[in-house]
């Protein structure tokens, strides 16, 4: 008997600790035109301090106003991982607050150990032809926040980790279609984590009807973002993890600069930018640590500005298609540029004699890797006057002939490099 009592007494315990609220109990409707915030925020008040899950049963959720989610509470809609913007299934909710005011309040803010998860966002009222500006959809302050399994179908700014300051973000599956910002890190004084984070136009492409976007919508849209859009802005941040991440249809895929305070030390993994003139640019790294790309793919260029002193490290990754410079890497500052087992193809596709490496500046570092073009006879590397050092070890050059200008007075070695 005492075992029974002292059993029962845990599980009234456990459940008391894992309390769920559910939206529907405060009033919320999910009919898509009554304006549900307040009640949504009254569930979310009501669990503070509890550590409780606010549930958003399926439906759609209009939301007039903003949402903060207080410290240690999770709002969890019903996806269950990552998915498309279809309003006839799972949860979601409609963004109206904010219009034409960028620095306004975000949508959702999120505090230390709070989470949002499994609902898709839209903006009923943007428009591809008529893009208005619009606040951060969710942003982070504090410490191991947390946006999962999250669609953001057609925000302006997407997700902010860092106009606050914040240690151990944490955004897994976020599905993201973005004209302005993707994602924002900076501020961050201890390890961040972004997982399977894709930023892409189909998100808005495939909404639902009466939303769902034509062909000449979907052209006008990638022309707007491939002018407009920043994938990833890295500021501030102390070994950040990006693992299987994608930027696609972005003028700047990747781009690392000092935003609010120092710069950042990152590394990036199984992930890449896609068919935008910018995959990745360095504007300063840490230089003590700087970024690390592996098994990465570019479909565009790389560039590195002339401020930058922290390494550049890039093994097992590949470069191909038309980059903005011509180039496929154009490299200065006084950092090294470490590349190894990475190939690239059809730089220089318009004919104007632009080498697929043009250095600069720094150091380079250039082993085991494959040039892979045939039929162009502009040159595969480039060594300006302000180069420090450089070493070409063991990599292979096709197209017949080694074409490497070197134009500077540093120490230059090459070794073991082949023709074919």
Request: with cysteine; net charge neutral.
């Amino acid at each position: 008997m005492c075992r029974k009592l002292l059993f029962l007494a845990l599980a009234i315990s456990l459940g008391t600790a894992l309390a769920e609220r559910n939206v529907r109990e405060f009033g919320a409707k999910g009919d898509g035109l009554t304006d549900d915030t307040k009640p949504i925020q009254a569930a979310l008040n009501a669990a503070a301090g509890k550590g409780e899950v606010v549930k958003l049963p399926e439906g759609v959720y209009a939301l007039r106003g903003v949402l903060a989610i207080p410290e240690g509470v999770a709002l969890e809609g019903a996806w269950r991982g990552p998915h498309t913007s279809q309003f006839d299934k799972g949860t979601t909710l409609f963004a109206f607050a904010g219009r034409d005011n960028a620095a306004g309040a975000p949508f959702i803010s999120l505090k230390t150990g709070s989470t949002i998860k499994g609902v898709t966002i839209f903006y009923p009222e943007q428009k591809v032809g008529d893009i208005h500006p619009y606040p951060w959809t969710i942003q982070g302050q504090g410490q191991h926040y947390n946006v999962i399994d999250v669609t953001i179908a057609n925000a302006y700014d997407g997700v902010d980790c860092g106009t606050f300051h914040n240690e151990g973000h944490h955004l897994r599956n976020v599905l993201l279609c973005a004209v302005h910002r993707g994602v924002l890190i900076d501020r961050c004084s201890d390890i961040g984590r972004i997982e399977n984070v894709h930023i892409h136009n189909v998100y808005w492409w495939r909404v639902s009807p009466p939303y769902r976007l034509t062909g000449d919508q979907v052209k006008a849209l990638e022309a707007y973002t491939k002018e407009n859009l920043t994938g990833f802005t890295i500021g501030r941040t102390d070994w950040e993890y990006i693992s299987n991440s994608f930027v696609i249809w972005a003028k700047i895929g990747f781009h690392f600069r000092r935003v609010a305070e120092n710069a950042g030390n990152v590394l990036v993994t199984q992930s890449g930018s896609d068919l935008g003139p910018v995959a990745v640019k360095i504007n300063e790294l840490q230089s003590h640590a700087g970024v690390a790309f592996e098994n990465c793919q570019f479909m565009s260029g790389f560039e590195i500005g002339p401020l930058n002193k922290g390494p550049v490290k890039l093994a097992n990754c590949g470069f191909w298609g038309r980059a903005g410079a011509g180039s496929q890497m154009v490299l200065d500052g006084a950092g090294t540029v470490t590349l190894t087992a990475t190939h690239f193809h059809q730089w220089d596709q318009r004919g104007e004699g632009k080498p697929c490496i043009e250095a600069r500046g720094g150091s380079l570092i250039l082993q085991g890797c494959d040039f892979m073009g045939v039929g162009t006879t502009s040159p595969h590397v480039r060594l300006g006057k302000g180069v420090k050092s450089a070493a070409l070890i063991g990599n292979r050059f096709q197209g017949g002939a080694i074409r490497i200008v070197n134009e500077s007075a540093g120490d230059v070695q090459m070794v073991g490099n082949l023709k074919q």
